[in-house]
């Protein structure tokens, strides 16, 4: 199997690449571990490939936070400095740092 490594971590600020927002990454899955339904009802022409590492991100727009599953091809490193709003940040992570958010102790 291919070894795959991760370009995003934990507490970073990264943005979408075709989409309208923004987030900070809580987990990474090395590949594709996502639902069937979930994978389908992404337009087949739009479709990441599933070899590549997934990143679950405390995501914000213009209109709302939600949690978002991204694929790597899809995710820009956010060098704005700007603070993510999502309100479980505060929850999940410390203070935010050069674009990078601390991981506090108390994750399980």
Not at 8 to 20: A, E, L, N, W
């Amino acid at each position: 199997m291919l070894e795959v490594s991760a370009k995003f971590s934990i507490g970073q600020v990264v943005s979408h690449r075709k989409h309208p927002f923004r987030g900070v990454i809580f987990d990474i899955d090395p590949t594709f571990s996502n639902s069937d339904e979930w994978w389908e009802s992404i337009p087949e022409e739009s479709r990441p490939e599933k070899d590549q590492p997934y990143y679950h991100l405390l995501a914000e727009n213009d209109q709302s936070y939600y949690v978002a599953y991204v694929s790597e091809q899809n995710l820009l490193a956010d060098d704005s400095g700007e603070p993510v709003d999502h309100p479980e940040v505060c929850e999940m992570f410390g203070e935010m740092t050069n674009g990078r958010y601390s991981v506090t102790a108390h994750l399980n």
